[in-house]
């Protein structure tokens, strides 16, 4: 059977994925737990994930799924700020490419996979616009931005003129930077919560489930595909 992964950093992020596996078991291994089950209608196993927020949380979380599971990809379901004009809350950005907010890539780069940044698989990004386009979302295939910070107030002016990225998010390099470490091809999706300038105090009292579940509702289309 063909083995996909699925990966979000927060328990909203998963949650829609976890209740609609059928068969589901739970691992708990590495500080996180794994639903390992069967995407309804197929003979697809999923394993999905909470890996935790920031990089170190989604980095060691994706070496060991590809690990333990040894997934034929990876597709990472969550939410992200938005960075762009002209999209708007619950519009999606696939992360063709992939950059660090806060990392010299002089130095990262001397090692595996050597490169300045990271991609989501072509395949992947093309079944994605696909799904995308069948459900009438808003899309772009463009640059996300990951740091361990989360962008608010004035913060978001500054992101942008640094990366100009279309949205920024807390995990997605990372997950793509061990990817490509493991050649295993990967997909980065987030759904839009915020513009990045929405203080934190303000931003944790939101309810960001309708669009996490957004991302999820999307990624499991792309699994059925
Ligand atoms: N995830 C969702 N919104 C975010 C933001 N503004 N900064 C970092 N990660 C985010």
Do not use: W
Request: aromatic share 4%.
């Amino acid at each position: 059977t063909r083995t996909l992964a699925i990966i979000g950093a927060m328990d909203v992020e998963v949650a829609l994925i976890a209740k609609t596996l059928e068969n589901v078991q739970e691992h708990t291994r590495a500080g996180v737990t794994i639903f390992d089950g069967t995407m309804p209608g197929t003979d697809i196993r999923v394993v999905a994930t909470v890996a935790g927020m920031g990089t170190v949380n989604a980095a060691a979380t994706t070496q060991h799924l590809i690990d333990v599971y040894e997934p034929e990809c990876l597709l990472f379901s969550g939410i992200a700020g938005n960075l762009t004009d002209h999209l708007h809350i619950n519009d999606v950005v696939l992360g063709k490419t992939l950059v660090y907010l806060d990392t010299d890539m002089r130095m990262i780069s001397q090692s595996a996979p050597f490169t300045n940044e990271y991609h989501s698989d072509a395949h992947l990004l093309e079944v994605a616009s696909t799904v995308l386009s069948e459900m009438s979302i808003e899309h772009l295939a463009g640059t996300i931005a990951t740091g361990n910070t989360f962008v608010e107030g004035e913060a978001a002016e500054r992101v942008k003129e640094l990366t100009g990225a279309d949205a920024v998010e807390m995990e997605g390099a990372a997950v793509a930077h061990v990817a490509a470490r493991n050649e295993v091809p990967v997909l980065i999706l987030r759904s839009l919560s915020d513009n990045a300038d929405t203080e934190y105090e303000t931003f944790h009292e939101f309810d960001v489930s309708v669009y996490a579940d957004n991302a999820a509702a999307i990624v499991l289309n792309i699994v059925k595909k």
